[in-house]
């Protein structure tokens, strides 16, 4: 009779092949490559693959990275994105980019990417990267150029230019669509809108403290 010890070494292969799968990010692809049909009708998890036999090189290609982001904004700060909406060749291959652009004495304000892991390295300037543990532990480091920094998958953070000129950041992710989610725009100007009440009573402030921030975020 099988033992519970001889049942014991499978059951340890069974739960890290689980963890395994749990811990990755996108799913594996399985072709060489499946540029994205962004105007598909069917909705898949993901895009479904335009023709092989229209794809070309220009498929794979995207310069949208090299230009400068316009950081005359609220934040003082831009993001430019390389993912799969607008580089359609990304489609199942578990990958994106961003160019952070980030005035000086600009943010780009504190967020999540609920479906990646996002590695930040530093091009120019001075920055001042962060992020929040669900333990509630602020961890962050000065970059120089050359220097990276990783967050962790879903944790907020956020970049602050601490010097006297332009920071220019590339941070990548392991997902073709990471998501974000911005802490202040996110509460304070959703559609609709959360009701003053609740946010007063989360923030601990008068109600006329939540309409003077909200109105920060009106356009
Ligand atoms: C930086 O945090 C980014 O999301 O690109
Ligand atoms: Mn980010």
New binding site residues.
């Given amino acids: 009779m099988e033992s519970h010890y001889t049942k014991r070494p499978f059951l340890l292969f069974l739960s890290f092949t689980v963890l395994l799968v749990l811990i990755r990010a996108d799913p594996d692809p399985l072709q060489d490559f499946c540029v994205a049909d962004l105007g598909a009708t069917v909705v898949v998890n993901g895009f479904p693959c335009k023709p092989a036999s229209g794809v070309t090189s220009d498929d794979f290609f995207f310069a949208g990275l090299s230009r400068e982001g316009n950081t005359s904004n609220i934040f003082g700060s831009n ?1 430019t994105n390389a993912n799969v909406l607008s580089f359609p060749g990304l489609n199942t291959l578990g990958v994106s980019m ?1 160019r ?1 652009d980030v005035a000086p004495g600009g943010t ?1 304000p504190p ?1 999540s ?1 609920p479906r990646a892991t ?1 590695l ?1 390295i530093l091009l120019k300037g001075r920055l001042l990267v962060g992020f929040i543990s669900t333990s509630n532990q602020f961890f962050s480091k000065v970059l120089n150029p050359g220097e990276m920094f990783v ?1 962790p998958k879903g944790l907020i ?3 602050y230019n601490v010097g006297k000129e332009k920071a220019l ?1 590339i ?1 990548t992710f392991d997902s073709q669509l ?1 998501g ?1 989610v911005i802490a202040s725009t996110t509460l304070f100007a959703s559609n609709p809108a959360i009701p003053d009440d609740v946010l007063a009573k989360a923030f601990q402030v008068d109600a006329k403290v939540v309409a003077l921030i909200k109105s920060k975020f009106e356009r």
């Fill in positions: 993001v961003n952070v780009n967020h990417h996002e930040i967050v953070h956020f970049q950041a941070t990471p974000v």
